[in-house]
């Protein structure tokens, strides 16, 4: 029983890892939302059309931040490209408002876009 509970608890150890590191993903989503809707509220009608810019930023923001975090192995840690998910991200929902006739709105979003720069942190 020795060998095989050895490896029972390296399994246990194993799983607890990659839920921590699941959980970590998931904060870091939960962050990088609550990031996008502090930027969409500089759009110059946010006070009038912050459900609807919500509701672009609700429908794509799990799967283009799933495309830009990459979880790591054993001896790389995670990464997020946090320019590209926000670029894609306000890309998408520019074209969704195209596709609902909000070019104004869809606009505002390029424009946002062009305008956003973040700084990478080292690591």
């Known amino acids: 029983?020795?060998?095989?509970?050895?490896?029972?608890?390296?399994?246990?150890?194993?799983?607890?890892?990659?839920?921590?590191?699941?959980?970590?993903?998931?904060?870091?989503?939960?962050?990088?939302?609550?990031?996008?809707?502090?930027?969409?509220?500089?759009?110059?009608?946010?006070?009038?059309?912050?459900?609807?810019?919500?509701?672009?930023a609700d429908t794509y923001h799990e799967a283009i931040f799933d495309q830009h975090h990459k979880m790591g192995g054993r001896r790389t840690s995670s990464s997020f490209d946090s320019m590209g998910y926000i670029h894609e991200l306000l890309e998408m929902m520019a074209n969704d408002a195209e596709r609902n006739n909000q070019d104004v709105r869809a606009g505002y979003l390029r424009t946002l876009k062009s305008e956003v720069y973040i700084e990478e942190e080292p690591g």
């Open 1 to 56: 029983m020795g060998k095989v509970g050895g490896i029972v608890v390296a399994l246990v150890i194993a799983g607890v890892l990659v839920g921590l590191r699941f959980s970590n993903k998931d904060e870091l989503a939960a962050d990088t939302r609550v990031q996008v809707t502090e930027l969409l509220m500089n759009l110059p009608d946010y006070n009038e059309a912050g459900p609807y810019y919500e509701g672009l």
